[in-house]
């Protein structure tokens, strides 16, 4: 690790853990949420990321199989039509520098999420991508992550 950012800047911490506090605390699901954080990380290559929240889906019970196939979520018939928006929402805002957030994805969003999901789902993807950016930037060890107890 090049520097051990939870130490160095522990107010940063403790701000970055409240907005994941809030997120938790909103109506979405935790496998959903599990589901976005994987797949954030894989688009933006972080495997201590990935690695984290595989070991936490695996502790809420998510099937095996739902989180290999997050890398092709598109082709897979295992995610529900919201699970999709979310993971496309997720996908769009990840890789915004590139693209564009399109107003019918917006709306397939909306569609299925109330607004303060919508507010909620979007904070989630800021989150997770300032997490891979520390995580990435500062070299966090992947494979280091030890999860909290199994959780369900």
Known sequence: MRIDFRSVFPAAMDAMAGLENAIRASTLEPELLELVKLRASQLNGCGY??????????????????????????????????????????????????????????????????????????LAVVAINGWNRLAVGLRSPVGSYQPPERRR
Request: with cysteine; glycine share 2%.
């Open 49 to 122: 990321c990935v690695d984290m929240h595989t070991k936490d889906a695996t502790a809420i019970d998510v099937d095996p199989q739902r989180l290999h196939l997050t890398v092709a979520w598109r082709e897979a018939p295992c995610y529900s039509e919201r699970e999709r928006a979310a993971l496309a929402w997720c996908e769009a805002l990840t890789l915004l520098p590139g693209s564009d957030v399109p107003d019918d994805l917006y709306d397939d969003v909306r569609s299925r999420f109330s607004d303060a999901e919508v507010v909620a789902l979007t």
